[in-house]
């Protein structure tokens, strides 16, 4: 009999396991049991894919349409030309051996073929599959990889069983109802899978199951054993759903109760009392305000308010619309701690940021930022810079304000987690767009706390997270939401120009840009790309999935093109300004405080004002190349106009037609300002395997059936059962299949990871 825990290479032999190993890391039993199907092939039926990406290795189930010897163009000999048919799709597939496999390769026979995409064009092809050929005698099951027909005993990564002395494969396990497909390469295929999961579940010893039965009778849920034989050979589709619903759930609690043990562990460490004082900085702060704070703020503010006051580390994630206020929450919480007596530590994505951040919060304490100095209020606390390309002097200034406590509020980038920074008292980390900052960028800072304290922390993000991403990677913080724009703020106007189609409306938008100035008004002109040769490069690097309006993309056009264009055409009357990442730092300082001053009229720029800039004097944004943008990332550009009292005009430009895919996304963003249904449309339009990005990547372990986009219920399920489990039993001492089934869907590393975040 097989257990569960077997390692491959002692059941299949090493030659035969070494290959799950190296290319799909397999290394078990349950490992290999674990790769479910991408799909089923159902008996006598075709099956293809309408447009796979370029390079992926896919097995398609066509019939042969005709197949014609061919010579080469660039050396002697010749290869065989084959036309397959599947699901109304033509797709040609080349052959190397056609000697050899003429008399096989017949029209009229219907086969399985694996191999790796390659388009020419817009069409697409299989360049020397392997095949299997379904039906018919003996010898048409031979099995040819790599251009050779291979015996049994030379057939790498084949499990035991799968073929016989002649090279011929068992075709029993094609005559099933529903036969199974998995994602392959060229040297383990989907039949090989399909053949050493057949032969381990033949003597699979029975699988206990880790969930106790009154949660799989609650649910109406299978057990285990029978769901892991179920979702490789169903024999109806029934017996394939009540797997999935089974396993779905499994995946869905196993990172549930990892982040119910996180929740568990944060209550356990302790954190610096801050109670809110009346008579404190904060207080004072907030009587000077010259607006009121919206509902929204005051609920939110109050949330984070009682989380500083208790002796536990607050975990929060405060997600708000683009021009919804956060800064002033997430401020009026610095300055609740920075009254209990601790520091405060902001950390920005870019340079630009943290800058803008500086200047935005000193202006907004006015003088309770000034302590120390000539007529600050008594109250005052120091605001302290600290980035990477400070000078000397600066640098070691804010770096003696930060050891010796007389900076409360410390803002920078990636410099505040250097060795050299040390903290006086740190309790309190704020966040800002915290997908762009990788983990161990966030533990680093907190671990410059004292010895025994765990310093609050308050994530910010302006990129709506739809719940279902919220829960499965977010769920030990709890999370507060502003959805509201301050009072006098006018919801921005969109739309979307095809430069191709209507010229004219391109110069109009300039234009309208000249309109806005005559007023006293500013604007922004963004572009996708500065213009150097390493972009140029970049380039040229074209994504599948923009090919859908066609093989040829438009170059776009660069922040030097654009600026030198306007500047010396349309908008040469005015003072235009440029800003992008490899200016030196003093360069785009100095940009962006002109533009504050309003000292330039139309700042040409790249991505840099993307999160956090705040000129309320900026009513008009041109985006050129639009599409090249993702939907959450133009919703976050779009943001940066209509801050102040005026209207805000967003105009998306595209060289593509209208009639593309890519032009109808532009559209679905100008169509609404609302951050969360587009943050809902974009998770629909992504890949799953992308959705939970780079800051949340190694946070889950694969999760193969459950979808962030289509199980919200089954989330919600899971979410709900981990949590009773942990109140009822928080050590799990009653639940031992459940402390190993947490144990061994999360690898060591995967843990400590979503312990530091």
């Known amino acids: 009999m097989v257990n569960m825990a077997d390692r ?42 309408k447009e796979p ?4 290795h896919i097995t398609i189930v066509a019939t042969i349409t005709s197949a014609v010897l061919k010579n080469m163009k660039a050396r002697k000999g010749q290869f065989l030309a084959v036309s397959l048919a599947a699901e109304g799709q033509v797709i040609d597939a080349t052959f190397f051996s056609p000697h050899k496999l003429k008399h096989v390769l017949v029209p009229g026979r219907k086969g399985m073929f694996s191999g790796k995409v390659k388009y020419f064009g817009r069409k697409w092809n299989l360049t020397h599959p392997g095949y299997v050929i379904l039906g018919g005698d003996d010898e048409d099951g031979a099995v040819v990889p790599s251009g050779r027909i291979v015996g049994g005993g030379a057939l790498a990564g084949v499990a035991r069983g799968a073929v016989d002395d002649s090279g011929s494969v068992d075709m029993t396990i094609f005559e099933r109802s529903f036969v199974p497909l998995y994602a392959a390469s060229k040297d383990v295929e989907s039949w090989t899978f399909m053949r050493g999961i057949r032969w381990i579940l033949d003597r699979l010893a029975p699988v206990e199951d880790p969930v106790p039965d009154v949660v799989l009778a609650e649910r109406g849920l299978v057990s285990l054993d029978t769901a892991l034989h179920w979702i490789h050979f169903p024999d109806s589709v029934e017996e394939k759903q009540h797997a999935r619903d089974r396993l779905k759930f499994d995946e869905a609690l196993a990172v549930q109760l990892v982040l119910a043990a996180r929740r568990r562990d944060v209550s356990t460490r302790t954190a610096p009392v801050c109670a809110a004082r009346d008579d404190g900085i904060a207080a004072e702060f907030e009587r000077r305000l010259p607006f009121t704070l919206t509902e929204g703020q005051r609920k939110v503010a109050g949330e984070i308010s009682a989380d500083l006051s208790g002796g536990h580390p607050m975990s929060r994630l405060l997600q708000g619309e683009v021009g919804s206020g956060k800064t002033i929450v997430a401020l009026r919480a610095m300055l609740q701690v920075v009254d209990a007596g601790h520091q405060c530590a902001l950390l920005a994505p870019t340079e630009v ?11 907004m304490l006015g003088t309770l930022a000034g302590a120390g100095e000539l007529g600050a209020d008594a109250l005052a606390t120091r605001v302290t810079l600290l980035t990477g390309s400070m000078g000397t002097a600066a640098k070691r200034k804010a770096l003696l304000d930060v050891v010796t406590g007389d900076a409360g509020i410390v803002i920078g980038t990636h410099a505040l987690i250097q060795d050299r920074v040390s903290f006086m008292d740190l309790g309190m980390v704020v966040v800002d767009e915290q997908h762009r900052f990788g983990v161990e960028q966030r533990d680093a800072l907190r671990g410059k706390a004292k010895d025994g304290i765990s310093p609050h922390l308050l994530v910010m993000t302006a990129t709506p997270i739809p719940r279902t991403i919220a829960l499965a990677s977010l769920g030990d913080l709890e999370t507060s939401i502003l959805d509201e724009l301050p009072r006098g703020r006018s919801p921005i106007v969109s739309s979307v120009v095809s430069s191709a189609d209507k010229p004219a409306w391109v110069d109009r938008a300039w234009q309208r840009i000249g309109e806005e100035v005559a007023q006293g008004r500013q604007a922004y002109v963004v572009c996708s790309r500065i213009g150097d040769d390493e972009e140029k490069q970049m380039e040229k690097r074209r994504t599948r999935s923009a090919m859908t309006d066609g093989p040829n993309l438009p170059e776009t056009k660069s922040a030097l093109q654009v600026y030198e264009l306007l500047s010396t055409g349309p908008l040469a009357d005015l003072r235009v300004g440029l800003l992008h990442g ?63 009292g005026h209207q805000g005009l967003c105009i998306m430009i595209s060289q593509l037609s209208p009639n593309g895919q890519s032009f109808s996304r532009l559209q679905s963003v100008a169509s609404t300002n609302d951050g969360f249904e587009l943050a809902n449309l974009d ?36 979410h709900s059962c981990a949590r009773t489990i942990f109140e009822g039993d928080p050590e799990l001492e009653r639940h031992p299949g459940i402390a190993s089934m947490m144990k061994s869907a999360w690898r060591s590393d995967r843990a400590e990871y979503l312990d530091k975040s």
């Open 8 to 49: 491959l290479d002692a059941v299949l032999g090493k030659k035969i396991a070494e290959p799950f190993a190296q290319h799909f890391d397999l290394h078990t039993v349950e490992d290999l049991l674990r790769y479910y199907p991408i799909r089923y092939m159902t008996q006598g039926a075709e099956l293809t894919e």
């Open 53 to 56: 990406p370029e390079g992926e």
């Open 353 to 363: 940021l943290a800058s803008q951040h500086a200047r935005s919060i000193t202006s």
């Open 582 to 644: 490899r200016m030196h730092p003093d360069d785009k300082d100095a940009a962006m405080s002109e533009f504050n001053a309003g000292e330039i009229d139309v700042l040409v720029c790249t991505t840099v004002v993307e999160v956090g800039v705040d000129v309320p004097n900026a009513t008009v944004m041109v985006i050129e190349d639009a599409d090249r943008f993702g939907i959450s990332q133009l919703h976050q550009l779009r943001g940066r106009i209509g801050r102040g």
């Open 683 to 718: 998770l629909a339009t992504r890949k799953e395997g992308d959705v939970l990005g780079a800051a949340q990547s190694g946070t889950v372990s694969s999760m193969r059936l459950l979808s962030l986009i289509e199980d919200e219920d089954v989330i919600d399920d899971a």
